[in-house]
């Protein structure tokens, strides 16, 4: 996680975890990525998929966390719930997007 909400440190860490190979970085709700335009064997696995099923997952750094956080809003508030993605030309929206829509 990101201890404080600045440029520097926000970029330290997802620099650190993406040479990691972790490319999603949690803060909070918000859920940061960096594409790592390549294939990340396993990153979206049906088994990787399957093991964020559940009703009392904590916030993972991952899409399907996120996904799995929104469908139990979904499930047990009865609420609409929101996913936004955003970011710049190519950064990945529409697969991430996908990302979702697969876990849903």
Same mark, same amino acid.
Do not use: A
């Given at each position: 996680e990101v201890p404080e909400l600045h440029a520097a440190s926000v970029l330290e860490a997802l620099d650190s975890r993406f040479a990691a190979g972790q490319i999603y970085t949690l803060t909070g709700p918000v859920l940061l990525s960096v594409?790592?335009?390549?294939?990340?064997? =396993? /990153?979206? &696995?049906e088994e990787t998929l399957c093991g964020f099923v559940s009703e009392t997952q904590p916030l993972r750094p991952h899409i399907f966390s996120i996904a799995n956080h929104a469908f139990q809003g979904i499930l047990h508030r009865r609420t &609409?719930?929101? @996913? /936004? @993605?955003? =970011?710049? &030309?190519?950064a990945g929206k529409t697969e991430t997007t996908k990302f979702v829509m697969q876990f849903l």
């Open positions: 594409n790592p335009f390549r294939t990340i064997h =396993g /990153l979206y &696995s &609409s719930q929101t @996913v /936004l @993605v955003s =970011g710049e &030309s190519g």
